[in-house]
């Protein structure tokens, strides 16, 4: 395949396996990896939707229609990016590791815990964490964020993160509190994935607004918890 | 081969239109599809005032469809006009506007407000919400309350009035000549089908609204039968609308009565749902050897002797 435009870091793809009318709608997904010809997707099994995509083999025609949404901004030169993510909210900040970056992810069990190799291969600064402490700190990635942060001592630490919504509450929590910076890309439920439907809106202090296209990244200072 | 119809006064170069709410206000849509090819652009439905809408969760898919609780989120009368009217107008394409109010005197400014510029080509009424000055009663599902509003629009309006018929009613029939006799030009049918889902697991129910409106291929024999039952009861025309995905759902409508049709959940699903339905439309002609759209409208051929 030919990717028209190239997606950043945080954009995602509406992907359909099935060309009947059961299950309907397409599927989001955050872009993982990619180049001039390859896109490549983190799919957790949920539902029938993903079992499709699933049983597809190599030479099957899958519907494809993306780069959409945002993305995350680039830290500034003074800032100092630590990625967070829980479970399969790791394909949206993976994008975004480079020599050294420090993240904390974390996941309910060691099987849940992703792409590790292909982490290590970027970074060494990983903190991992499990919700059964089957590997690594027991608890969730923003119980080790807010333990660790301090004795990191980078200098102005922002925060790039994803992963499911207890997670989310208690990182905004976090932030609000301290007053650090911080982007979240969100995911809710959507149907056309280009702006039209208003299906998949998130409160925010300027009303609600659309996770596929003001999103799916948002800046912390926006979300209304 | 003769593509155009007629929505009353208002000529279609081609009989596929956009449902309102699943279209945007046409921008959207303007990278994946040229506006211009389609029959005509009905945009998401305008109040007088910009409502907020419904908290989330709004959507969740069910067995080939999908329930949507927006809320009727829009931008309002005004904002539409000054920031996206502008754009529609450079696609030589007609412009409908839906609307709907709280009131019948809500309708009515709406109404007056959205004849009074240049670039808006017809005017579409949800009657499918509540009516707040008579206990919450839906205007659709009321043959007396559906009445004052049509004729109450229709004094204010020279433009083509379309009535937008709720599906959540005993006699779609009777509603549609309410509508005719209050002085439409015509009549779109169907509106979402209210429904619920449930989440097993917690309890609660998949939307936050509760209760949503049902739409998609799941729907589409009932917007069949109804325009059916429509079409041997007005004179007026009719646009159907209800789980279109291709060319062959719009003949199927058009078989049924319908002289437009009007594609909706499908945009959610392809964004070049509309034009994919016109060249699917135009292949079932080509295959049966029609020159002319309007010749299948109600061409239906039955046997019972009794209706």
Redesign the interface.
Known sequence: MQPHVRPVPGQFYLL?ASET??????RPFSILMWDDTHLEFLIRLKGRGTHLLRNMRVGDRI?V?GPLGNGYPDPLKDETPILVAGGVGIASVFPLLHAGTRLFYGAMNSAELYLLDDIKKLTGNIFICTDDGSKGFKGNAVERLIESLDDLAVAKPTIYACGPEGMIAALLKFLSERGIPGYISFE?????G??????????TVQ??KRVCKEGPVFNVREIVC | MNLSVNIGKLGLKNPVMTASGTFGYGEEYAEFVDLASLGAIVVKGLSLLPREGNPPPRIVETPAGMLNAIGLQNIGVESFIEEKLPFLRQFNVPVIANFFGDSVDEYVAAAERLSDVQGIDGLEMNISCPNKQAGWLVFGTDPEVTSEVVSAVRKVTGLPLIVKLSPNVTDIALMARVAEDAGADAVSLINTLSGMAIDIKTRRPKLANITGGLSGPAIKPIGIRMVWDVFRAVNIPIIGSGGIMDGDDAIEYMLAGAAAVAVGTANFVSPTATVDVLSGIKDYMTTNGIKDISSIKGGLIWEREDL
Do not use: N
Not at chain 1, 194 to 203: E, Q, S, T, Y
């Open positions: 359909r009318l059961d299950p309907l709608l397409r519907d229609l809710e439920r959507m149907a056309c280009i702006g039209a439907c208003l299906g998949c809106v998130i409160k009303g609600y």
